[in-house]
């Protein structure tokens, strides 16, 4: 069995914290949501997590009215294309594509 780092709870609560300390010093706050991963990567992560830490996040970002940049969603149909193989980290093509994801969320927020 792998141990789990960070319950969902603890993890739920110090977004929450975060997120109060961010929003109070008046900037935009914009979460982006963790990226897959594949089976089979080390240090051990199982895939299926990645979904439900990101559903904790965007619950407590709602509940913020914090803006969401769902980088997970963009990903899902691209990993082949754009993640190094059994890694959680992105080849060239990736990284470009989630530079350019990143980038469209905050101007987006900035002109909002």
């Known amino acids: 069995m792998i141990p789990v780092v960070?319950?969902?709870?603890?993890?739920?609560?110090?977004?929450?914290?975060?997120?109060?300390?961010?929003?109070?010093?008046?900037?935009?706050?914009?979460?982006?949501?963790?990226?897959?991963?594949?089976?089979?990567?080390?240090?051990?992560?199982?895939?299926?997590?990645?979904?439900?830490?990101?559903?904790?996040?965007?619950?407590?970002?709602?509940?913020?009215d914090v803006a969401i940049n769902d980088l997970y969603t963009a990903c899902l149909p691209n990993l082949k294309e754009w993640q190094q193989n059994k890694n959680v980290h992105f080849n060239e093509v990736g990284k470009q594509k989630l530079a350019e994801l990143v980038a469209e969320s905050i101007k987006t927020e900035i002109m909002h």
């Open 6 to 64: 960070i319950s969902l709870e603890k993890y739920r609560e110090g977004l929450e914290k975060i997120v109060i300390r961010l929003k109070a010093t008046g900037a935009k706050v914009i979460f982006a949501t963790t990226t897959p991963y594949p089976d089979g990567v080390y240090p051990c992560r199982i895939p299926e997590d990645a979904v439900k830490y990101n559903q904790v996040a965007i619950e407590v970002m709602k509940k913020h």
